[in-house]
């Protein structure tokens, strides 16, 4: 009995106090009481104590928008939220940064954001700029080391286009008219004619349009659960950053989520006047070199990754993969290993779905519950329309959840803590309002303070930089400075 009871009380020590600790706010810091009536589960709001407005610079509407950020991020990035995410607004006035003052997960933002309108939606940088830094803590606890011409840093694509998408599902979500409207004011914002025009983000909206179904939620949730599933890290493959077989990488990836070799609409030109990625174009970064990707280049990663799975994922070739050599990886069989984001060639190897002979191989069976079907050749004689008939196990079967083990392992290895100089400033979605500096230095990963401030007072804070303190915990570490690698800077205007 005495056991029994010692070890309740352990679990109830265990999962009871870190919820305590996680209900306060970093030091100099208080819980908004605009969100005291309001239940969070996955995020809270914390207000400096010197902000001049004091409790009043964080109205109702921001509390559940904080969930619904840190819900739909978990969501896309295939990635649990692994502490209650820390919203802060920071005395400062003008721009916003990843990470919080005493190493919670979270970031912040400058508290005028939250005040007056802007594009005609009230709020509009206070919503924007919370959201914003939070897809860059994804993107970092996914992996380090994006493609810093195109995706993040000196050109910020992904996060941009993102942010446009995220604020308008949750506005829809909410029947939120105002958040609605500055969601189309962003989007605006990145298309031709808009104050921040961005043929980048013009075209990954266009391969957001091209996923399955035209989801790119789903679409792009799938890229990263095969990226993670490899475990591939584009810190990993022996090139600098930006360079030309880091970005195959990447666009090989997003075309196995797609189902088809996006290098076309990436490149350009394309809807709306989108393109301008790998295909040569300076970023305006004097020390990128600018470089054209090879759409075999991107089809032999992509059936390299077919091949590995179907073959069982031998551990040499899964390697090789994960270091950049992805030729020579031994073909695989079509059968029931080769998941649904490949296809059969007519010699029946497992290959990128688009170099199939009939398409993508699951493609007609993705409606069942998950699973390879006990009898493995169950649908597979009757595929239909994107099933190859006769194949065992392929067509109807429907391997829903293929590539989805370890969908959150970019956390333990994200971040290259010895790599030394890796992290940077983190960029404010183009708030021209933003002139102030965060105060305090960024701590950075080798060690030194971020000099690299860009004009609208954006940082990324790690290990307490403001108040010396030490990091809580090793995962922790790692994720903060992961979440520093994946700088994203704005368009300067």
């Known amino acids: ?83 209650v995410f820390e919203f802060q607004l920071d005395a400062q006035t003008g721009g916003a940064h990843t990470g919080t003052s005493c190493n919670h997960l979270g970031d912040g933002v400058a508290y005028d954001g939250f005040s007056g309108s802007a594009y005609g939606a009230k709020g509009f940088w206070g919503y924007l700029l919370a959201l914003h830094e939070a897809i860059n ?31 308008d599902k949750i506005g829809v979500e909410n029947n939120d008219q105002n958040l609605i409207k500055a969601a189309a004011a962003q989007k605006k914002r990145f298309y031709p004619g808009g104050d921040s025009a961005d043929p980048k983000v013009v075209a990954l909206d266009n391969v957001f349009a091209a996923m399955p179904n035209g989801d790119g939620y789903a679409g792009f949730s799938q890229m990263f659960k095969l990226q993670s599933a490899d475990g591939v890290r584009w810190d990993n493959l022996g090139v600098p950053n930006p360079d030309v077989k880091r970005s195959e990488y990447v666009v090989a990836y997003m075309s196995l989520a797609a189902r088809q070799n996006v290098l076309s609409i990436l490149q350009g030109p394309g809807a709306n006047g989108g393109g301008a ?11 990128d070199k600018p470089y054209t990707c090879d759409a075999v280049h991107i089809e032999t990663i992509a059936t390299a990754h077919c091949a590995i799975a179907a073959n069982g994922k031998p551990q040499a070739d899964l390697m090789k993969l994960k270091g950049g050599n992805y030729t020579n990886i031994p073909s695989g069989p079509c059968g029931a290993t080769c998941p649904v984001e490949c296809g059969c ?40 329309a994107g099933g190859r008939a006769g194949v065992a196990g392929r067509g109807g079967a ?7 083990a370890g969908g959150n392992a970019g956390a333990a290895s994200a971040g290259r803590s010895g790599s030394g100089g890796a992290a940077a400033v983190s960029g404010s979605a183009g708030n021209p309002s933003g002139s ?31 108040t010396g303190g030490s990091p809580t915990s090793l995962w922790l570490l790692v994720i903060a400075l992961a979440a520093c690698v994946v700088r994203v800077r704005s368009r300067k205007r």
């Open 1 to 83: 009995m005495r056991k029994s009871t010692i070890q309740v009380l352990c679990v109830v020590a265990m999962s009871v106090l870190p919820a305590a600790a996680k209900a306060q706010c970093c030091p100099g810091y208080s819980l908004a009481t605009a969100c005291s009536g309001v239940t969070l589960t996955k995020s809270r709001w914390c207000i400096e104590d010197t902000v001049p407005t004091g409790q009043a610079a964080l109205t109702t509407e921001f509390c559940a928008y904080g969930d619904k950020v840190i819900g739909t991020l978990e969501e896309v990035f295939n990635i649990p939220a692994p502490e």
């Open 436 to 466: 102030g500096g965060a105060s305090g230095a960024s701590v950075v990963a080798d060690g030194g303070t971020d000099a690299d401030r860009d004009d609208e007072g954006c940082g990324c804070r790690t290990l307490s930089a403001r």
């Open 398 to 404: 429907g391997r829903g959840g293929a590539g989805g």
């Open 345 to 384: 060639d007519a010699s029946d190897h497992c290959v990128a779905s688009w170099l199939g002979a009939n398409g993508a191989a699951g493609a007609g069976g993705q409606g069942g519950s998950g699973g390879r079907a006990a009898n493995a050749g169950a649908g597979g004689a009757s595929a239909g």
């Open 277 to 287: 990625i790998c295909n040569n174009t300076p970023d305006g970064t004097a020390n």
């Open 137 to 167: 803590d994804w993107t970092g606890m996914s992996s380090p080391g994006w493609p810093t011409d195109w995706w993040a840093d000196h050109q910020s694509a992904f996060p941009n286009l993102m942010d446009f998408h995220v604020m």
